[in-house]
């Protein structure tokens, strides 16, 4: 009697569709927390920084550079990266990896610190 009911479960007549799904959905379900649910928050957490930026808040950009916000208008802010010279730069609000203070990064992504 358990010969056949092995038989039973293991013929692709015997089993339900949904079986075979079983393996794809626990894989999904393991993709989303491990990457997918991590990254939102990330994004999330960048995205709150980015909004509550001010005046003479210091930021670091995606590519490296440092400066401290003069103005922002509604997609882009412009910062002074030299005290010296008073150079500016323009850059848009995406560009934004995070704010620095007292020489490291609060934005919660993972690129380095100040120097």
Partial sequence: MPDRLLLILASPEGASPLVGLAPFAIM???FWILLIRPQKKRHDQRMQVIKNLQRNDHIV??????GTILKIHDDRIVLRICDKTNAQI?????SIA????NGTETSGTETGGAS
């Fill in 28 to 30: 999904f379900f393991i």
């Fill in 90 to 94: 323009t850059v848009t609000k995406n």
């Fill in 98 to 101: 995070g704010k620095v203070s």
């Fill in 61 to 66: 950009t995606m590519g490296g550079l440092f």
